[in-house]
T-cell receptor, first 113, second 114 residues
Framework: SQKIEQNSEALNIQEGKTATLTCNYT??????LQWYRQDPGRGPVFLLL?????KEKRKERLKVTFDTTLKQSLFHITASQPADSATYLC????????????FGKGNQVVVIP | DAGVTQSPTHLIKTRGQQVTLRCSPK?????VSWYQQALGQGPQFIFQ???????QRGNFPDRFSGHQFPNYSSELNVNALLLGDSALYLC?????????????FGPGTRLLVL
């Protein structure tokens, strides 16, 4: 069966450190993968997109890697700040050529001042 | 640009009732997708509308139906509500042309079924 797995345990991290989140998937062949941020009671906010032929993408303090052999993406927040505290969702494009997304459950990050 | 807007923000219904949720996409976007997000879960794809037609559908029963209007706004209708339909309903808009994959989500409608 198809699965998208993110760590169910919250990640507590000291301010200034790098937070690293993992997204593993099975029985998908995504054309691209996206990461979203979601605050409580709010809709997800798009952060980064990485395509199947890309290894790494960066945006400010965020970095995403995508390994289609391992079927894994890593999401890094460097120099983390308390304002980075949120739930981060991994999403895969289900089929090539459309933007129907399949989401993981999300991974909560808590940055401790 | 107001971004994606949804109404109402919260709604309380009882089992068996029907509900209509509304979504206005981001300016210039022509595709609207609806997602259901239960507490502690990731969003699940319900369906997608483009050019006033349902283009794709997820694993949801026929009680869930939708519509897209000529101005690209959209409605989600749920009939014969069940307790399990309680969730945050998210609308996402995107631009179909030119490989624009980024989806912009609205704030959601929180539906509680009693």
């Amino acid at each position: 069966s198809q699965k998208i797995e993110q760590n169910s345990e919250a990640l507590n991290i000291q301010e200034g450190k790098t937070a690293t989140l993992t997204c593993n998937y099975t029985n998908y062949s995504p054309a691209y993968l996206q990461w979203y941020r979601q605050d409580p009671g709010r809709g997800p906010v798009f952060l980064l997109l990485i395509r199947e032929n890309e290894k790494e993408k960066r945006k400010e303090r965020l970095k995403v890697t995508f390994d289609t052999t391992l079927k894994q993406s890593l999401f890094h927040i460097t120099a983390s700040q308390p304002a980075d505290s949120a739930t981060y969702l991994c999403a895969l494009a289900v089929l090539y050529g459309n933007n129907r997304l399949a989401f993981g459950k999300g991974n909560q990050v808590v940055v401790i001042p | 640009d107001a971004g994606v807007t949804q109404s109402p923000t919260h709604l309380i219904k009882t089992r068996g009732q029907q509900v209509t949720l509304r979504c206005s996409p981001k300016s210039g976007h022509d595709t609207v997708s609806w997602y259901q997000q239960a507490l502690g879960q990731g969003p699940q794809f319900i369906f997608q509308y483009y050019e006033e037609e349902e283009r794709q559908r997820g694993n949801f029963p026929d009680r869930f139906s939708g519509h897209q209007f000529p101005n690209y706004s959209s409605e989600l209708n749920v009939n014969a509500l069940l307790l399990g339909d309680s969730a945050l309903y998210l609308c996402a808009s995107s631009l179909s042309a030119g490989g624009q994959e980024t989806q912009y989500f609205g704030p959601g409608t929180r539906l509680l079924v009693l």
